[in-house]
């Protein structure tokens, strides 16, 4: 777990990712990163799992990230520029071999700065804002399922056993991608989840609310989590990771 501090307020942060109970492979990855002593940047690449070398996509654009350095203004502008850069990254090495053709990944990434989060997104991994009594979700899933619920011709409810969920609208490696990105205010006790969806899909946003607002370390509640969604089914990657500012109390 690591605790550091951005502008003199201090947070705690933690990361974990689990093969789950099913899959051979983890496709799955993560990266936490102190980018210059007063910013802290987050992520989270889910690696296409239906396609070979899914694990390469997500490391090849986590690399992209851990090699950013940030500049503190149009900060929605240099993550747009970041995600384009670990797409062409993702398609250059795509090329390389015959075996690496169809590799993608989805990333969702987050700034933290001070008193608010910068974030980018593509594909299905999501971020979740914990504020007081309420789990809001951040990102919009980039998938047909979700263009479906859009364009009226399915529910939310019925999207979640579509045979379409997963199917990704977008992704780095799939052609050409449009990140989204947007911004939002964090106070003393905010809690930041990114995950995959091996965590969302086991469980519900108000179980993942009352477990990241129950006592024990950030460390220890994120644990609980992916631990609890290998148990109840685990049949995705699980990652999760977590940013937590201090209460001040």
């Not at 608010?116 to 009594?133: C, E, F, L």
């Not at 969920?165 to 911004?183: I, N, P, Y």
Request: charged share 20%; hydrophobic share 35%.
């Amino acid at each position: 777990m690591n605790k550091f501090a951005i502008s003199k307020r201090a947070y705690s942060s933690f990361g974990i990712t689990d093969t789950g109970s099913l899959k051979k492979q983890n496709d799955d990855r993560f990266l936490i990163k102190n980018l210059d002593g007063a910013s802290t940047l987050l992520a989270v690449a889910d690696g296409l799992s239906g396609q070979p070398y899914g694990y390469l996509a997500a490391e090849i654009a986590l690399n992209v990230l851990d090699n950013f350095h940030l500049y503190q203004h149009n900060i929605l502008k240099q993550l747009r520029q970041l995600i384009i850069k670990a797409d062409t990254a993702v398609m250059n090495a795509s090329k390389e071999s015959p075996d690496f053709e169809y590799m993608g990944t989805t990333l969702t990434t987050a700034v933290v700065l001070q008193d608010k989060v910068y974030w980018a997104h593509v594909g299905d991994s999501r971020i979740y804002h914990i504020q007081h009594k309420n789990i809001s979700q951040i990102t919009i899933d980039q998938t047909m399922a979700q263009y479906l619920i859009e364009e009226g011709e399915i529910t939310s409810e019925q999207a979640k056993n579509h045979p379409m969920k997963s199917l990704l609208d977008q992704c780095l490696g799939c052609g050409s991608c449009v990140a989204a990105t947007g911004s939002f205010r964090i106070c003393p006790g905010d809690i930041i989840l990114l995950c995959s969806d091996g965590l969302f899909n086991e469980i519900e946003k108000k179980k993942l609310y009352d477990a990241l607002r129950s006592d024990g370390s950030i460390k220890n509640r994120i644990e609980y989590l992916v631990k609890t969604a290998r148990e109840i089914g685990g049949k995705d990657n699980i990652t999760a990771v977590a940013l937590e500012l201090d209460s001040g109390q």
